[in-house]
Structure formats: structure tokens, C-alpha cells
Nanobody
Framework: QVQLVESGGGLVQPGGSLRLSCAFS????????LGWYRQAPGKQRDLVAG???????NYADSVKGRFTISRDNAKNMVYLQMNSLKPEDTAVYYC??????????????WGQGTQVTVSS
């Protein structure tokens, strides 16, 4: 059983910062790509940032220069540092891991989501 648990969401004023964390646990054999997605009300879930096992990163154009994704393989954690937040960043943020559990095929796992609200 693999679990992903996000934390760090909340209410922040425009221009502020938040750091999201995602802890993954369970019988994990190998971790491939990790990512953060977000979904605003009435919209589809979109990729915000991703990071490969080798550390290569990619970002949505809307967050480039403001958000930074990082991972700590030893702690089975992935982070999203969000700076210069804007009201349009308001959404539920989801952690995603493409990983292989022991005695299983590789597949994508999702966290439960954490709400980020940017408002004055």
C-alpha cells in the first residue's frame, strides 16, 4: 500500500509564499517522476511542476520563475516552493508520484490534495 500525503496549504496574501510538502510511504521499490498538479473550481487538473529521478525539472509557463520543485529521495519527500503568489494560483494542489511498489507494476499515485487560497 502506497500513500501520498500533502501538507502546507493555506490562505496567503498576494505576493506571499507557501511551501507544499508531500510525503510518500509504503512498500516502494522505485520512484520515477514526481509532480505537483492543481485544479481550480470548474477547471481540469493541470501539471504545475515535475521532477525526474535524475533531478530534471519542468514547469507550467504560468509558474516559471516563481515556483520551485525539489525532492529528497532519502526522506521520500517532494516539495513545491511557491513565491510571488497570485490570486490565479488559487486551487487544490495534488502531489503525484510515478513509482513502482514491490511486486507491482509502475503506476501513478495521487495524494488527497491541499487547498491553496491566494486572497487579500
Amino acid at each position: 500500500q502506497v500513500q501520498l500525503v500533502e501538507s502546507g496549504g493555506g490562505l496567503v496574501q498576494p505576493g506571499g509564499s507557501l511551501r507544499l510538502s508531500c510525503a510518500f510511504s509504503g512498500s516502494i521499490f522505485r520512484i520515477y517522476t514526481l509532480g505537483w498538479y492543481r485544479q481550480a473550481p470548474g477547471k481540469q487538473r493541470d501539471l504545475v511542476a515535475g521532477i525526474t529521478s535524475g533531478g530534471s525539472t519542468n514547469y507550467a509557463d504560468s509558474v516559471k520563475g516563481r515556483f520551485t520543485i525539489s525532492r529528497d529521495n532519502a526522506k521520500n519527500m517532494v516539495y513545491l516552493q511557491m513565491n510571488s503568489l497570485k490570486p490565479e494560483d488559487t486551487a487544490v494542489y495534488y502531489c503525484n508520484a510515478n513509482l513502482q511498489a514491490f511486486m507491482a507494476e509502475a503506476k501513478h499515485y495521487w495524494g488527497q490534495g491541499t487547498q491553496v487560497t491566494v486572497s487579500s
